[in-house]
């Protein structure tokens, strides 16, 4: 098989996982109608993306809408993050978080490529003790949260495929932004 450059291995990845975007914008729409809130989270490159997406579905640009997203991600306050990380420990960085802010009708949306960071599956089991739904954005496998979260999708590659799944991911959160926009629009004309 010939070697792919960076761009083709995108394309190629792309091609191969046939993500169906529809259930997460749903749902996502769902909890801003409600107006409960999205929690996000996410670590290294998937902690960027979780940030990039509360940015987007903020609509900073936007006089079109009314109706905007309470939507957060758990990963942008560093003193409470290194304060948790210290005391009670970088496992916990996210459920004590959502144990201290979410309530029950909420989501949190969780973003990584290998699906296996303790810190995130202690958030889901943190969300599903208090009735908050969970969305899993995933690569690889899935690996353990593939199993925990109430939805998933899955950009399946390799393990350790890390940049080509983050650049995935983050494209796959600009595509729900567009669409929920979209949909928030075009309700008012």
């Given at each position: 098989?010939?070697?792919?450059?960076?761009?083709e291995?995108?394309?190629?990845i792309?091609?191969?996982n046939?993500?169906d975007l529809?259930?997460?914008?749903?749902?996502i729409?769902?909890?801003?109608?409600?107006n409960?809130s999205i929690w996000?989270i996410?670590?290294?490159?998937?902690?960027?993306?979780a940030?990039?997406?509360?940015?987007d579905?903020?609509?900073?640009?936007s006089?079109?809408i009314?109706?905007?997203p309470?939507?957060?991600?758990?990963?942008?306050?560093?003193s409470?993050?290194?304060?948790?990380?210290?005391?009670i420990?970088?496992?916990?960085v996210?459920?004590?978080q959502?144990l201290?802010?979410?309530?029950?009708g909420?989501?949190?949306?969780?973003?990584?490529?290998?699906?296996?960071s303790?810190?995130?599956?202690?958030?889901?089991q943190a969300?599903?003790?208090?009735?908050?739904?969970?969305i899993?954005?995933?690569?690889?496998?899935?690996?353990?949260?593939?199993?925990?979260?109430?939805?998933?999708?899955?950009?399946?590659?390799?393990?350790?495929?890390?940049?080509?799944v983050?650049?995935i991911?983050?494209?796959?959160?600009?595509?729900?932004?567009?669409?929920?926009?979209?949909?928030?629009?075009?309700?008012?004309?």
């Amino acid at each position: 098989m010939p070697e792919f450059s960076y761009r083709e291995s995108l394309i190629h990845i792309i091609e191969e996982n046939k993500l169906d975007l529809a259930p997460i914008t749903s749902r996502i729409l769902e909890h801003i109608h409600q107006n409960t809130s999205i929690w996000i989270i996410g670590n290294g490159g998937s902690a960027s993306t979780a940030e990039h997406f509360e940015t987007d579905l903020h609509f900073i640009r936007s006089k079109s809408i009314t109706k905007f997203p309470k939507v957060a991600a758990l990963t942008s306050n560093s003193s409470l993050i290194s304060a948790i990380s210290n005391h009670i420990g970088y496992e916990n960085v996210f459920s004590i978080q959502l144990l201290r802010k979410a309530q029950s009708g909420d989501v949190c949306i969780l973003i990584s490529a290998s699906g296996n960071s303790e810190n995130l599956i202690n958030a889901v089991q943190a969300a599903k003790a208090l009735g908050v739904y969970t969305i899993g954005i995933l690569g690889f496998d899935g690996g353990q949260l593939s199993d925990l979260v109430d939805l998933s999708l899955l950009v399946k590659t390799k393990k350790g495929m890390y940049g080509p799944v983050e650049d995935i991911h983050l494209s796959i959160c600009h595509e729900i932004s567009a669409r929920i926009y979209k949909s928030l629009t075009s309700k008012r004309l």
